[in-house]
Structures are given as structure tokens and as C-alpha cells.
């Protein structure tokens, strides 16, 4: 990180499919100057951090099979479109990760051409091969067929990704080198790792932290900062122990699901005592790691394809943002675009403008889902004071000011009716409380929750206050700053 003004944890993070964001040369395919382009619109949304989806050549439009690990894809421009996008972000102290896919390459990489030519090709080691049938009847759809070799190859995802082999010294180094090179040379400020828990098989677990903290370890040789931030979809005791000299954080894949629940069933499963005890348990192997919280991303349907009623998009804002952790925004979510899977209708174009009113929409697939009309546009939602961007660009801005939001502790309320979500976020003196109607009916609020030394704001909706009670509006929410 390149002398950043604003701290890691107070950072909110943007995460941009590229292809879909923004089309500078006007292929339909959107690039790095396009990022470049809408610095300036991140910025003003609040965003200080950004999050790349991966950028290296590779022969699919998701790019998670790398070709060639120390270029740009063509599609997206030049390592010198690169570096203009970092400079550029950095004078708006706005910090770059790129995604890092270290478990697999593509198989159509150098390497791994090489390797699969035979069992005494010098790349052959760096894949992981076997001829025992046992081994591939106990995983046959992650053992595939080499031509007419004896031996097959491991590819955990798909036989196009080939999984690399961790226990030879010169994968480990190539990657470090690897890592180095775009800390060092190009100058991004970190990495989002992809499937870090794979490096190794389950019943091998701690190879895969010892990996990484041996990762982290050199990359921390360079002298710059930098910032690792995984995907680990699992059980949080287990996220925990990559977080002690791995990775410095972790998405909250639990807190996702947990935010989604809420919201499909307008009743609160616990989310307070949920996130307490994830970050209890941080606690106890870390004393430095981040909460990575997000609602969806790149590999799930998208929250508003999962709702019922629109005003629900921006009750989820409101939650994100005002719950511990370094939130991360999926691009489009601040626009209430659409998605479900096959994981294409989940990525499709930003919509910037009304349909042939800005030359820079990418229309490299026709979208199923965010189509233009079913989605307010980017420009029409600027110019609306009601808007869910508006609304996005409030919460964030109330998160800057209130940097207890970000870094505080959390703890829920006794006593609460489930259709209300309610918890208190603290740090040393002060304290926010948040109240939550999950509902789509005004629903009464015991004044007794609220203290009457601190001010009362509704960031969505209104409420109204009497002698006896408090009247919130459907999906509403209401803070209150304790003094």
C-alpha cells in the first residue's frame, strides 16, 4: 500500500468484474482504462478500496485459469493501463487487490503443456499426477484423463484448471516470486486469494496454513505493505487458523448467509451473537485480523434476485454497513442489479445509462436478468435523492464518521421481537445501537430500548417518537449514538 491515508479497517471495498464494468475501446468488453474512467464515481460513492476479479490472460471470460501469470489480459488492456489505474487510485488513496489464483492454472499454461508430455518432463512435478485407480475412484471427477498416459492429473474445479503441486519447492518459490513481482514491479496493494483451503486435501489442513503464513512471510521480505484477503468457505474455527500469521482476512461467507436469511424470512436468526462469536473466536489466534463482510458476491446469486420486495435492498445496505468488519460491495449492488446462476447472469453489465446514451456499457452478453428495464440506470439513480445509490453513498459516508461502525464490538439486545433485529456496536465509551424493522408492516418499538442521552437518525425510512412508543416504517432502520 502505497503510504495510504485511511486505515486498512476503516476501508469499504468495491469488487469489479472488469469485462462487465466499463468499455473504453468500445468492443463491448470493458477494461482497465474503464476502472480508470469511474474513479472518480467510486469515490464519490465512498469506495477507498477496490477489488479486482482476475486480470491475467487466460482463455475463458472468468479468467480463473491463468495463462501466463506476470501479464494483462489483451481484453483489458496493458501492464501500462495497469500502472495508470494504480497511479490514479492512489492519488485518490483508493487501494487496488487483484485476484491471486494460486491453487490451479490454466491448462493451457506453459507448465502444464509441458508436464502432461511425459513422466520425465522437469514440469512434470509441478502438477499433481497419479496412476493408482484406488486414489481415482475415491475422487473421479477430480482425476482426468491425459491422452493415452497411465497417469491422471488432479483438478479439483474442472480438468481445465489443473491443480499445482505445493509439495515442490519450485511452485512454492515461483508463486512467491509471483506474489513479489505485482507487489514490487507493478505496485497493487494486495491480493484477494482464490480457494486457499485446496492447496491441500482436508485430511492435510495444516500444510495449507503453514503455507500461507510461509507466503505472507515472504512477501512481508519485500518492505511494502500490503493486504491478503481470502476465500475460505467454511466452518469459522477453521477460517481462524489461517488468520494467525496467514492471511490478514477472511469473507464472512457465514454472516452472508446469515443476512440472507434474515432478510428471505424477516426474522432475525441471532445475527448479533452470530458475528460476537466469530470474532470471539478470531480473537484467540489473532490479534490483528479483519472481517472481510460483504452480502454476495462473484459466485452467488445476487441479493436482490433473492428478495421479495425492492425496498428490502436498502434495509440489506443499512445492515452491511453498519455491522464490524471491512464491508465489500459486489459491483451493481448499489443499483440493485439482478443475477442467478449459471454464474454468466450473475456478472452481467453495469448499467451506466438509459440504452444508447453512454458509448462505455459493456455488452459482451446479453443480460437475462439486469436488463434495462427492470434496472434504474447509474445516472438516473445520481440525479435521485431516493435512490438506492443515495442511499449507499449516506450509509457509507455515516461509516467513515462513525469509525465504531467499522471497528467496534458488537453485541446484541435482550428481549427483542424477531421481526426487529437490534445490537449494539461498541468501542471504549461509546456505543451506536441499531435497530433493524424486518417487516413490511410499521411496527411499534418499546422506548425503553432507546437511551435518551444520545440522538436518534432513521437512515431509511421515518419513525415516529411519542410519550408511550416509537413507530418505525416497514424496513426501516434507526441508530442512536449513546453519549
Not at 83 to 98: P, W
Not at 161 to 187: A, C, S, Y
Not at 195 to 201: F, G, L
Not at 222 to 244: K, P, Q
Amino acid at each position: 500500500m502505497k503510504h495510504p491515508s485511511t486505515p486498512i479497517g476503516q476501508r469499504v471495498f468495491y469488487e469489479i468484474f472488469v469485462q462487465s464494468f466499463y468499455d473504453t475501446d468500445r468492443n463491448g468488453i470493458g477494461d482497465l482504462n474503464g476502472v480508470t474512467a469511474k474513479l472518480d464515481y467510486l469515490q464519490d460513492l465512498g469506495i477507498n478500496g477496490i477489488w479486482l476479479l482476475p486480470v491475467h490472460p487466460s482463455p475463458t471470460y472468468h479468467k480463473y485459469d491463468v495463462v501466463d501469470y506476470y501479464e494483462i489480459h489483451p481484453d483489458y488492456g496493458t501492464m501500462e493501463d495497469m500502472k495508470v489505474l494504480l497511479a490514479e487510485a492512489h492519488k485518490r488513496d483508493i487501494l487496488i487487490l487483484i485476484d491471486m489464483v494460486v491453487n490451479h492454472s490454466s491448462n493451457r499454461h506453459y507448465c502444464f503443456m509441458e508436464a502432461r508430455k511425459g513422466k520425465d518432463n522437469p514440469y512434470r512435478d509441478y502438477y499433481v499426477w497419479s496412476s493408482d485407480s484406488l486414489v481415482h475412484r475415491q475422487e473421479p471427477f477430480h482425476w482426468h484423463e491425459n491422452g493415452g498416459d497411465r497417469e491422471k492429473y488432479y483438478g479439483f474445479f474442472w480438468k481445465a484448471m489443473p491443480d499445482l503441486n505445493f509439495d515442490n519447492p519450485q511452485v512454492r518459490e515461483e508463486m512467491k516470486k509471483i506474489g513479489e513481482f505485482w507487489l514490487t514491479e507493478v505496485g497493487v496493494d494486495g491480493f484477494r486469494l482464490d480457494a486457499i483451503k485446496y492447496i491441500y486435501p482436508d485430511s492435510l489442513s495444516q500444510r495449507n496454513v503453514k503455507w500461507w503464513q510461509e507466503y505472507r512471510s515472504h512477501l512481508e521480505t519485500t518492505g511494502e505493505d500490503f493486504f491478503l484477503v481470502a476465500e475460505i468457505w467454511d466452518e469459522s474455527a477453521y477460517i481462524g487458523s489461517f488468520l494467525n500469521r496467514g492471511v490478514h482476512s477472511a469473507f464472512n461467507f457465514d454472516l452472508s448467509f446469515s443476512i440472507e436469511e434474515m432478510l428471505t424470512e424477516r426474522q432475525d436468526p441471532g445475527i448479533a451473537c452470530l458475528l460476537d462469536e466469530i470474532h470471539r473466536g478470531y480473537q484467540s489466534v489473532s490479534d490483528s485480523y479483519y472481517d472481510a463482510i460483504f452480502l454476495k458476491n462473484h459466485d452467488q446469486d445476487r441479493i436482490m434476485s433473492l428478495l421479495t420486495d425492492p425496498r428490502q435492498a436498502k434495509l440489506a445496505a443499512s445492515i452491511l454497513f453498519t455491522l464490524p468488519g471491512i464491508p465489500f460491495i459486489y459491483y451493481g449492488e448499489e443499483i440493485a442489479m439482478l443475477g442467478m446462476k449459471p454464474d454468466e447472469y450473475i456478472r452481467e453489465p453495469l448499467i451506466w445509462d438509459l440504452p444508447g446514451l453512454d458509448p462505455g456499457q459493456t455488452s459482451w452478453i446479453e443480460p437475462h436478468y439486469s436488463t434495462p428495464d427492470k434496472i434504474t440506470p447509474v445516472k438516473q439513480q445520481l440525479e435521485d435523492p431516493a435512490s438506492l445509490l443515495t442511499h449507499y453513498k449516506k450509509m457509507i459516508a455515516l461509516r467513515k464518521e462513525n469509525k465504531i461502525l467499522a471497528e467496534g464490538s458488537i453485541r446484541s439486545l435482550d428481549h427483542i421481537p424477531d421481526h426487529l433485529c437490534a445490537y449494539a456496536v461498541n468501542c471504549t465509551d461509546s456505543e451506536i445501537l441499531v435497530i433493524h424493522n424486518l417487516t413490511d408492516e410499521t411496527v411499534e418499538l418499546d422506548a425503553r430500548l432507546l437511551n435518551a442521552r444520545g440522538n436518534v437518525l432513521c437512515l431509511s425510512g421515518s419513525y415516529t417518537e411519542n410519550t408511550d412508543n416509537l413507530k418505525l416504517d416497514p424496513f426501516g432502520t434507526l441508530v442512536q449514538y449513546m453519549d
